[in-house]
C-alpha cells in the first residue's frame, strides 16, 4: 500500500479539505455572509485550439494548500502574524462555478452574474482561475459600482483584438478592459519576452494610457515605479497571471520565460496597493497543473492568495 506523503502540515494536524485552507465553505452566493469569498471559476472564453487548459488549477491549489489547513491561526511571517484573526474580516470558499468549455456564452454570463452576487451582498472577490479570459466577465461585473484601476501582473499585454476570430478570448483581456467607461487606469507590470501582441497592438495599448513596467524597468528600478501609478484611496482590480512570475517559482504555466517576479516582489506589490489604495477584486489565472514541477507552481500560487486574503482580512483592501 503505498504511504501517504509526509509534509509538515501532519505534525499540526491539517487535513485532507475541499476548501482553501479548510476555510467556511459558502457553495450558495445568495445566502453569502462574509467580508472575502473565494471563488474558482475554471474558464470563460478558451481559444479551440487549447481548449480549458487551467480548468483544473482551483482544485489543485486548494488540494496543495491542504496541507496548511490547521495552521491559519499560526504566526505567518509574511504577514506579520495570523492569516486571520478575531478582529478580521470573514472569509469563505463559494466552490466552484460550473462553466462549460463547450458554451462560452454562457460561461461570460454566469461570471458576470456570480460576481455581481458576491459584490452586492459586500464581499470582495478572490478568484481562482482557470485561463485569462476569466477576467472580462468579471471586469464587467463592476458596471455602476464606481471607478476603477486595473492592476496587472502579467508576461503578456494581452492586447489582442481578436484571435482567430475570437474577440474575448485570454489575449484579448486588457483591450477590453480598456473598453470600459469605468476603467479609469490600467498599470500592467512584468511584460517580458514576446507573446501574441504585434508592434501595432502595443502601440494601441499606449494610446488607450495604458501605463507599462515592463520586467527590465522592475529590474532597474524595482516594484516601487509601478506602486507611483497607484492613487491613494483609489480602488484596484488586480488580475495576476501567473506567467508574470519567474519559472524557477512557477514553472506551471503554458508560457514559460526568464526574468520574471520573485516571490517577494509580488508580494511587496500587492501589499504596497493596500496600503495606499482599495483592492476590490483580485484574480489569479493561467496556473496550468499539467505543468508544475513537485507542486512548486502550486504553492507559490497558494501562498500568493493567502498573502492576498491575509491582507484583505486586516482591512487593506
Request: glycine letters at 10%.
Amino acid at each position: 500500500m503505498a504511504q501517504k506523503e509526509r509534509d509538515i502540515g501532519m505534525m499540526y494536524g491539517s487535513r485532507d479539505t475541499a476548501t482553501f485552507l479548510g476555510l467556511p465553505s459558502c457553495p450558495d452566493l445568495k445566502s453569502l455572509d462574509a467580508g472575502i469569498a473565494i471563488l474558482g471559476i475554471g474558464c470563460a472564453t478558451p481559444y479551440a485550439s487549447v481548449g480549458a487548459y487551467c480548468a483544473d488549477a482551483p482544485a489543485a491549489i486548494r488540494a496543495t494548500m491542504a496541507r496548511y489547513s490547521a495552521m491559519a491561526s499560526h504566526y505567518d511571517f509574511d504577514l506579520e502574524g495570523p492569516l486571520l484573526g478575531p478582529s478580521h474580516k470573514s472569509v469563505v470558499d463559494c466552490g466552484d462555478l460550473d462553466v462549460d468549455e463547450a458554451d462560452a456564452a454562457a460561461n461570460r454570463r454566469n461570471i458576470k452574474a456570480a460576481i455581481s452576487t458576491v459584490l452586492d451582498r459586500g464581499a470582495v472577490p478572490v478568484v481562482i482561475g482557470g485561463d485569462d479570459s476569466v477576467p472580462i466577465p468579471m471586469f464587467q461585473a463592476f458596471e455602476g459600482r464606481g471607478r476603477y484601476t486595473i492592476l496587472q501582473l502579467d508576461a503578456h499585454i494581452d492586447f489582442r483584438d481578436e484571435v482567430d476570430g475570437e474577440h474575448l478570448g485570454l489575449s484579448s483581456t486588457m483591450r477590453r478592459a480598456s473598453e470600459l467607461p469605468f476603467i479609469e487606469s490600467i498599470i500592467a507590470v512584468g511584460q517580458r519576452n514576446v507573446g501574441s501582441a504585434r508592434p501595432a497592438d502595443y502601440e494601441e495599448a499606449l494610446a488607450r494610457g495604458v501605463k507599462f513596467i515592463s520586467g527590465r524597468e522592475i529590474q532597474a528600478k524595482g516594484i516601487g515605479r509601478a506602486l507611483d501609478f497607484i492613487l491613494p484611496g483609489s480602488n484596484v482590480l488586480i488580475t495576476f497571471d501567473c506567467d508574470a512570475l519567474d519559472p524557477s517559482i512557477m514553472p506551471s504555466v503554458m508560457g514559460r520565460a526568464p526574468g520574471g517576479l520573485s516571490y517577494w516582489q509580488a508580494i511587496e506589490l500587492i501589499s504596497g496597493v493596500a496600503e495606499r489604495a482599495r483592492i476590490a477584486a483580485f484574480d489569479l489565472v493561467e496556473f496550468m497543473p499539467s505543468r508544475d514541477v513537485s507542486g512548486m507552481g502550486a504553492l507559490t500560487a497558494g501562498r500568493i492568495l493567502a498573502n492576498v486574503i491575509g491582507l484583505l482580512a486586516r482591512d487593506g483592501g
